[in-house]
């Protein structure tokens, strides 16, 4: 089992609609949760961090995290053609009471939002 | 605001040459990452690095491949005796002073390429 998962798309939506991505993740003491996006040829762009379970909002984007089911969720709202990009899913990695500094990245979703 | 900085942007090296990809941490940052990113493939965790200490290596293949981050200067990662395996991007990320916060930044990327 991949220590990060994420379905590697294409996932399509019409322009204004709501893009879910989904990640799913098997280390269960993991503690920091990030979404990248990163457009093709670029490097990636953190968009959102989650710490604890439940939603966090920042503007068109909302991430979602439960760790009991060991699941995290970027949602983007009024999606628009500039969202077309892989959004990349990483987790970080615990070891003892410390977080070691590596992130764990998942295979990337690539979002495409048609006009 | 610098971000962080990468140079080169893009590195061209014949097989059995050393290449040398630099990184400077975005302005109070003293946490650097090394990944690297394959074509068609996630981004791999290299190495973490503090000033002067390598913290964790354990993403680094076991031959050719070293890093250094020194007390002046940006954090060096040098390739020895390239192979064409070697092609890939490699991006440097940064990181505050380790707290409740621990998101990194990522520079824009050395492309590589062994001919």
């Known amino acids: 089992q991949k220590e990060v998962e994420q379905n590697s798309g294409p996932l399509s939506v019409p322009e204004g609609a709501i893009a879910s991505l989904n990640c799913t993740y098997s280390d269960r003491v993991s503690q920091s949760f990030f979404w990248y996006r990163q457009y093709s040829g670029k490097s990636p762009e953190l968009i959102m961090s989650?710490?604890?379970?439940g939603d966090k909002e920042d503007g068109r984007f909302t991430a979602q995290l439960n760790k009991a089911s060991q699941y995290v969720s970027l949602l983007i709202r009024d999606s628009q053609p500039s969202d077309s990009a892989t959004y990349l899913c990483?987790?970080?990695?615990?070891?003892?009471?410390?977080?070691?500094?590596?992130?764990?990245f998942g295979q990337g979703t690539t979002l495409q939002v048609k006009p | 605001n610098a971000g962080v900085m990468q140079n080169p942007r893009h590195l061209v090296r014949r097989r059995g040459q050393e290449a040398r990809l630099r990184c400077s941490p975005m302005k109070g940052h003293s946490h650097v990452y090394w990944y690297r990113q394959l074509p068609e493939e996630g981004l791999k965790f290299m190495v973490y690095l503090q000033k002067e200490n390598i913290i964790d290596e354990s993403g680094m293949p076991k031959e050719r491949f070293s890093a250094e981050f020194p007390k002046e200067g940006p954090s060096i990662l040098r390739i020895q005796q390239v192979v064409r395996g070697d092609s890939a991007a490699y991006f440097c990320?940064?990181?505050?002073?380790?707290?409740?916060?621990?998101?990194?930044?990522f520079g824009p990327g050395t492309r590589l390429t062994v001919l």
């Open positions: 989650i710490y604890s379970n």
């Open positions: 990483a987790v970080n990695i615990v070891r003892g009471s410390s977080n070691t500094g590596k992130l764990i």
């Open positions: 990320a940064s990181s505050p002073p380790q707290g409740a916060v621990d998101e990194q930044f």
